[in-house]
């Protein structure tokens, strides 16, 4: 059973940072990736990272957000970095079996991040 996990999220001042944290068990997926729904807004893709860590960036957030993979853990991670109000969202890890830029056959819970001002 695929199952992806996140975890990390939290309640930051703006300009701090967090790293969020998202475990898949089940399988090896060859694209994993982060999104985020801001309140009132439709779901917005962030990075992803492909088989051999490809890494790809929304440009609103290219610079200050990182994603990487411990292959030994198949866990992968957004480090957050000079954090905004408008970064306020739940956020969500996908995985998917092909290696495309926008994963999205499976799907975590969400973890809220909110950015105090």
């Known amino acids: 059973q695929e199952r992806l996990v996140e975890s990390g999220g939290g309640l930051v001042q703006a300009g701090g940072s967090l790293r969020l944290s998202c475990a898949a068990s089940g399988k090896n997926f060859p694209s994993m990736g982060w999104y985020r729904r801001q309140p009132g807004k439709q779901r917005e893709f962030l990075a992803s990272i492909i088989i051999s860590d490809v890494t790809h960036y929304a440009d609103s957030v290219k610079g200050r957000f990182f994603i990487s993979k411990d292959h030994t853990k198949n866990t992968i991670y957004l480090q957050m970095n000079n954090l905004e109000p408008e970064d306020t969202a739940v956020y969500y890890c996908?995985?998917?079996?092909?290696?495309?830029?926008?994963?999205?056959?499976?799907w975590g819970q969400g973890t809220q991040v909110t950015v105090s001002s």
């Open positions: 996908a995985a998917d079996r092909t290696p495309t830029l926008g994963p999205s056959d499976w």
